[in-house]
């Protein structure tokens, strides 16, 4: 039997300055909305399997901006 390998949360959930593709092979669509689309992905270090949202923040209004901001403190 294979030991899990710990993981460091600080590594995979939170704000990063790079983009999430460099961290994440993503496998599959699994769904979308007004802001983003989720999918399916694999951590390129840890090979976790997760759901990960990919934002595109760059066309939104203050309006949109001020949604995102309520949905993501849910």
């Known amino acids: 039997m294979q030991k899990k390998k710990d993981i460091d949360m600080a ?3 939170g704000e990063k ?3 999430i593709t460099q961290d994440y092979e993503f496998i599959k ?3 979308s909305g007004a802001f983003s689309k989720v999918y399916k992905a694999r951590h390129k270090t840890t090979k ?4 990960v949202k990919k934002l595109s ?7 949109e901006k001020l949604k995102l901001v309520e949905e993501v403190s849910i």
């Open 57 to 63: 923040k760059k066309d939104l209004t203050e309006d």
């Open 48 to 51: 976790v399997i997760r759901c």
């Open 17 to 19: 300055k790079t983009k």
């Open 11 to 13: 590594d995979l959930v």
């Open 29 to 31: 669509e699994i769904g």
